[in-house]
């Protein structure tokens, strides 16, 4: 009996720090808050496409079905530098390349409604890999700022002998030429 409620009690604790840590946040996919979540949508539905808004309203924007997935709001924000810390690339698997997968993150009505700014709007193409046609190549950034990983080859980033593989995963247009 005492093993039962040890096992428990055990169990119970491993939810709770999984919870706290943002890895178990996504499996049921409730909003944070829905009412507020619906009212920022329907006064503008670019909010779906601000990572953090994603991550307090997943069921609004349609992000529950993604296989792809930051568990934290904050790993949008952060910069190729965090992806090097292993505790943050495993909380932001999407944003530093820990996941193969070439899929839209939100609905893709969204990404549809936006299409047109896939080239000028980072934003647009971290939430819609495959509506920007970023799966028709194997030769493309993961990080979704071209820019950023343009800013770190030209610090020599993509050829430091500590980085240059996980750059090379990360930025692999901008680093590697993909030859």
Known sequence: ??????????????????????????TTCEDTNETDCQSSIGSDIKS?????????????????D??????????????????????????????CAGCDEC??????EFCELYQNQCNTDASIRYSCRKTCGLCKSDCNNAYYDNAVCEEYKARNTCDDVLRSSKMKEICKKTCSGCE
């Open 1 to 26: 009996m005492e093993t039962k409620r040890l096992l428990i009690l055990h169990f119970l604790s491993f939810c709770l720090f999984q919870t706290s840590f943002g890895i178990l946040s996504n």
């Open 48 to 64: 779906c496409f601000d990572a953090a808004f994603q991550y307090a309203c997943p069921k609004s924007c349609g992000v529950c």
């Open 66 to 95: 993604a296989k792809c997935t930051d568990n934290n709001g904050a790993c949008y924000r952060d910069g190729v530098e965090e992806c090097f810390l292993p505790h943050i690339a495993k909380a932001c698997r999407k944003t």
């Open 103 to 108: 899929e839209d993150l939100i609905s893709i």
